[in-house]
């Protein structure tokens, strides 16, 4: 079975851009995940999704965005790039809550 | 509010040295406690999927248990090929698709 697959895998953008990256589940997942990880703050939980809904939320604000599609691939999105967003931003999936998250390979942004 | 503590931060054994992580958390009713092995640039890998105090799982060098307090990941006889970080993250019962990650315990491991 194939694993998580994150596009981008590196991206470099500049201060007040906005970033779109995608994550595709595993097969027959339907729950993903999406995690922000940097040095000091270790891995962050930004929001879930299950069969194209919202249903859990972490402490980011307004310009972390997201959504899932029918077919359980995810797009996270962050407008208005600060330096402080630069991060491996990771994705998980797993078959429902409470089991096991499978992560993917992640996505390195570099804001400059 | 959910939180996970890690110790040692980082953690140096000769080739053959047996030692143990430890995982320190409180949650609002323990859904999972996941172990993760983490490699530099790259996403988390799983290890261990524990659920009631008194668990316990293998896979080859590593163990894992499971207390209502704590989790320990014990590593007999490590290989230099175990150096890595390791986290450990909890996951609360009306929490959907939320980890709470501990900081990490970094593993190096000498020939």
């Known amino acids: 079975k194939a694993g998580v697959t994150q596009t981008p895998r590196y991206l470099i953008k500049t201060r007040g851009q906005q970033v779109t990256l995608s994550c595709s589940p595993i097969s027959g997942h339907r729950s993903v995940s999406w995690y922000q990880q940097t040095p000091g703050q270790g891995l962050q939980f930004l929001f879930e999704?299950?069969?194209?809904?919202?249903?859990n939320k972490g402490n980011f604000p307004g310009r972390f965005s997201g959504r899932q599609f029918s077919n359980s691939r995810s797009e996270m999105n962050v407008s208005t790039l600060e330096l402080g967003d630069s991060a491996l931003y990771l994705c998980?999936?797993?078959?429902?809550?409470?089991?096991?998250?499978?992560f993917g390979p992640g996505t390195r942004l570099l804001v400059l | 509010e959910d939180q996970v503590t890690q110790s040692p931060e980082a953690l140096r054994l000769q080739e053959g040295e047996s030692s143990s992580l430890n995982c320190s958390y409180t949650?609002?009713?323990?859904?999972?406690l996941f172990w993760y092995r983490q490699d530099p640039g790259k996403g988390p890998e799983f290890l261990f999927t524990l659920y009631s105090a008194g668990e316990e799982k293998e896979k080859e060098r590593l163990k894992a248990t499971l207390t209502k307090k704590e989790s320990f990941l014990h590593i007999t006889a490590p290989k230099p090929e175990d150096s890595a970080t390791y986290l450990c993250?909890?996951?609360?019962?009306?929490?959907?698709?939320?980890?709470?990650f501990g900081q990490g315990t970094i593993l190096t491991v000498h020939p």
């Open positions: 999704y299950f069969s194209e809904t919202q249903r």
């Open positions: 949650v609002s009713g323990l859904r999972g």
């Open positions: 998980a999936s797993d078959g429902q809550s409470g089991e096991t998250q499978y």
């Open positions: 993250a909890v996951q609360a019962g009306t929490s959907y698709g939320k980890l709470t």
